[in-house]
């Protein structure tokens, strides 16, 4: 082949790789099936360049590469390994988990490349972005709400809450460590607290407003200009005190007032039915599930019927065994020791959040460079985390698409810069 042209060809799939990342976290939270195709096709491209030359990305790797690599797959082979020993597994549980089998070829091919530090910030620019146009989108029609909570015809009002927390918490650093404009800075710090703000409080997810809190007081204690962001980020927190003070109908007044009177009528036995005391339920049939099947788990559809439930939790009423047995958990962490036992679920979990929070924080702290990129990424994982408690945050196989390209990308991006030389 000319050499021009393959110069050419090369530069074009590269730029390619580029726009890919930028595009997939821009569409995330308002149009899922396009997030969806675009994970696929970064899979398609990074499969061509595996396919040409395998024996370059996986022969005479280290214990670090593979290392990696395994906990990405973590989640694909417990699945399927479910579905060898159940009698009952449906071959459509493997759609998900099938995500990590991609993310692992995903790091399989970014880790061979030099330019990897160029897709994370193109990931991250498409991460702000992405917050304008779920803004846009959620004000620009009202049809997809759920009465008055703020939602799209793809995404419900906790998970666009809670995913815009997160959104927010990457973007945060990435916009206060990329070579711009001071008052561009400040613009752009200014439009991403706006958005994410407006989403969070319309959307009444309370889950989202304890992250968010927490994302907050992280970003400050890490970044130097503690006192600058201090008080920058003070201001929404002093407003809503004003504003709960001042009126008595406010959207978060209100949220909070039902969430103290529906825990304490929780445990007075007066209403059992409310929406924490239905969260609660859940809990106690997904506790009572993990006991009666420890070892393989139990899809959604096969918990115990409600009569043994109340052998044990008296408490548990017929509408929040209908909502888990139709919905699913409310609590990410439960839901997998659930569907996958105590032994798969648990390292299902190292894999999802231990291992990278420690991977993060080790890269965060004790790096010379690029220590902010781990610093976005440490933030973003401890608010999933932390997520996880109140939500299923992986419920939609759109969220598994995105933290399975999330944790490629930055698998690749610590490989590289911690135990490979840049080949190219």
């Known amino acids: 082949m000319n050499p021009l042209l393959k110069d050419y060809l090369a530069g074009l799939r590269s730029n390619i790789e580029v726009i890919l990342f930028f595009l997939f976290p821009i569409f995330f939270l308002t149009i899922k099936s396009w997030s969806n195709t675009i994970f696929l096709l970064i899979c398609i491209v990074c499969l061509c360049r595996i396919c040409k030359n395998p024996s370059r990305y996986y022969l005479n790797k280290s214990f670090v590469f593979w290392s990696l690599g395994l906990v990405l797959i973590i989640p694909f082979l417990a699945e399927l390994i479910l579905y060898f020993v159940r009698d009952n597994s449906d071959i459509r549980y493997l759609d998900s988990p099938c995500r990590y089998l991609g993310a692992f070829f995903i790091f399989s091919c970014l880790s061979n490349l030099s330019n990897v530090d160029k897709l994370v910030k193109s990931f991250l620019c498409g991460c702000v972005l992405c917050l304008v146009v779920t803004f846009a989108s959620v004000t620009y029609t009202t049809s997809g709400y759920w009465g008055a909570r703020l939602a799209t015809y793809f995404v419900d009002p906790n998970m666009i809450a809670v995913y815009a927390v997160f959104i927010f918490s990457i973007s945060v650093i990435y916009i206060n460590n ?63 005190a004003i504003f709960l003070s001042s009126f008595d109908d406010s959207i978060i ?166 135990h490979v030389v840049s080949i190219r």
């Not at 994410?196 to 994302?215: A, C, D, K, P």
């Not at 059992?272 to 559809?301: A, H, Q």
């Not at 299902?348 to 004790?366: C, D, K, M, Q, W």
Request: a neutral charge; hydrophobic letters at 50%.
């Open 253 to 418: 007044l209100n949220r909070i007032n039902m969430g103290i009177n529906s825990f304490f009528s929780y445990f007075e036995g007066d209403n059992l039915d409310t929406s924490l005391g239905i969260r609660f339920n859940m809990i106690l049939i997904d506790l009572y599930s993990i006991k009666e099947t420890p070892f393989w788990g139990t899809v959604k559809e096969d918990i115990q019927n409600l009569t043994k439930i109340n052998e044990v939790f008296p408490s548990v009423t017929e509408l929040s065994h209908h909502c888990r047995q139709y919905s699913g958990s409310h609590v990410e962490l439960l839901a997998v020791l659930v569907r996958q036992g105590v032994i798969l679920g648990l390292l299902t979990i190292f894999s999802l959040f231990i291992f990278p929070i420690f991977i993060f924080f080790r890269g965060a702290f004790f790096e010379d460079s690029s220590s902010w990129y781990y610093k976005c990424s440490l933030i973003a994982v401890v608010c999933l985390l932390i997520s996880s408690f109140g939500i299923q945050v992986f419920a939609y196989r759109m969220n598994v698409s995105f933290w399975a390209l999330f944790l490629s990308l930055y698998f690749s991006l610590y490989y590289r810069n911690k």
């Open 178 to 240: 990329i070579d711009i404009n001071y008052y561009l800075e400040k613009f752009l710090h200014v439009t991403t607290l706006f958005c994410v703000l407006y989403i969070i409080l319309f959307s009444q997810t309370r889950t989202s407003w304890i992250s968010f809190i927490i994302v907050v007081i992280l970003f400050i204690f890490i970044n130097k200009n503690k006192i600058f962001y201090l008080s920058f980020y003070s201001l929404p927190l002093l407003s809503s």
